[in-house]
């Protein structure tokens, strides 16, 4: 075998057990006892994870009059150092274009620098019959699921485009993924408080409250009922949304929902940093209140919700300062691919909100199993690929933007202490990141070509 690690607690979504891990080229080709290999990795007192997935991701992300800071380059390699051994991003389609040009396009960015693996969501924002009859393809070419937004100015889509793509990506295989916000009537409240002269970053959060959330959550699931298709929410941020997606889980339909480590540790208070700081939050669906923590939180630990993903969309200061007079012009957007599995593990993990199996579910299994990666990557097994962090437990880091790789000079969680931290980072059996530094080459990274869905 070309590696063994050694002497490691495996954790997978179900199972917690000490052993070796042998790696032969790109796969998992023994797991047991005294194993031996070119190359040993001493894990003990470590625990072994799958490598993480994270299926919401922005780089190089044209928004807001600038383009998010990570590229492909710089995203992935903070991605890897922090646990993370697939991505899944999005070709959001310009007006006009189809969307396998959207697709080949994105593709053309993407693979000359991906660090790690990654898919492509396409978004649909120019619906035409023609589009829709995309749909089918874009599931048989290995993208079978599909962004649509229902808020921002030349994205956002009607009821009708909407239904139109549940009903085509059910009936082939394919899921749709919303952002849930009321875009009309977010719209006549950021109106509202602009004429009012409340412009600051405060004002951000208030023009987008809970029920915006809720209403569009609601209105979505609907639809997905009624022509009986999966339906994922993406950056989950409130307890009145988790309340209509509860229910219509209970009914017996495949409504699953995505939260984010900004809506589990961060609230609304944030908002009022001095010196503009406030804009580091700027970001939609804005942070909301410690009960929707606690919502957010509980759904996680009972399997309310499936999924946590970063929704990385990192930018400078300098670039948030393009909404120093007004909150409308601030890029929306914080970082945070390096830093979820830490926290995740440290917060939730370290403080009994999760399961140690629970962390492994909700940021590698499920999504696996989700987005059409299951059995290649999201657990340990014989034959699966060689995606693999070792993780110290008690290695205690303070988040600071110094030791984080990514090109924002900022972070939300700045000064913040976690216990636990990923130490090494294997992608398909090559060793990409170690203690902080990174190994691997730009370009490494494969896009993959993911299944149909898999309803959980």
């Known amino acids: 075998m070309d590696l063994v690690i050694r002497n490691g607690t495996i954790v997978t979504a179900s199972d917690v057990f000490k052993a070796d891990v042998g790696i032969s080229g790109e796969k998992i080709t023994a797991i047991g006892h005294g194993l031996t290999g070119e190359r040993e990795i001493d894990a003990e007192g470590k625990l072994v994870f799958p490598g993480m997935i994270d299926p919401h991701v922005h780089m190089a992300l044209p928004f807001g009059g600038t383009v998010s800071a990570d590229d492909f380059k710089d995203g992935t390699v903070a991605a890897a150092c922090g646990g993370v051994t697939t991505i899944i991003d999005f070709a959001i389609q310009a007006k006009g274009k189809s969307l396998a040009e959207t697709v080949e396009a994105r593709r ?79 719209m006549y409240l950021i109106e509202r408080l602009v004429a009012e002269g409340k412009t600051a970053p405060r004002y951000h959060a208030e023009s987008r409250p809970d029920f915006c959330e809720a209403e569009a959550v609601a209105r979505a699931i609907l639809w997905a009922e009624q022509t009986n298709s999966p339906l994922y929410f993406f950056h989950l941020s409130s307890r009145a949304g988790l309340e209509y997606i509860i229910a219509s889980r209970d009914r017996g339909f495949p409504i699953y929902a995505e939260t984010c480590t900004q809506y589990l540790l961060l609230t609304d208070e944030r908002y009022d940093e001095p010196d503009f700081g406030g804009a580091k939050y700027v970001m939609s669906p804005p942070l909301r209140k410690e009960a929707d923590q606690k919502a957010l939180w509980r759904g996680l630990a009972t399997g309310d919700i499936q999924v946590v993903g970063s929704d990385h969309c990192p930018f400078t200061m300098e670039q948030k300062r393009l909404g120093e007079e007004v909150f409308t012009k601030i890029p929306n957007g914080a970082p945070g691919v390096e830093t979820t599995l830490p926290l995740l593990y440290s917060e939730g993990v370290g403080k009994g909100r999760i399961s140690l199996n629970r962390l492994v579910e909700v940021f590698s299994t499920n999504p696996a199993k989700l987005f059409g990666l299951y059995p290649e990557k999201g657990t340990i097994a014989v034959g699966t690929d060689a995606d693999l962090v070792i993780f110290d437990p008690d290695r205690e880091v303070t988040i600071s933007v110094e030791n984080l790789h990514m090109k924002a000079d900022y972070t939300p969680y700045e000064g913040m202490k976690v216990k636990g931290y990923p130490v090494i980072t294997i992608s398909r059996g090559e060793v990409i990141c170690e203690h902080g530094q990174f190994k691997g080459e730009a370009g490494r990274g494969r896009f993959i070509a993911r299944k149909r869905i898999t309803r959980i």
């Open 108 to 186: 053309a960015e993407a693979d000359p620098d991906v660090c790690i693996d990654y898919g492509l969501h396409p978004a649909i924002t120019d619906f035409t019959p023609e589009v829709l009859a995309e749909v089918p393809e874009m599931i048989a070419a290995g993208m079978p699921t599909f962004k649509l937004f229902m808020t921002y100015e030349g994205w956002a889509v009607d009821d009708g485009t909407l239904f139109a793509t549940l009903e085509a990506a059910g009936a082939n295989g394919g899921m749709v993924g919303v952002h849930a916000e009321n875009y009309k009537l977010l």
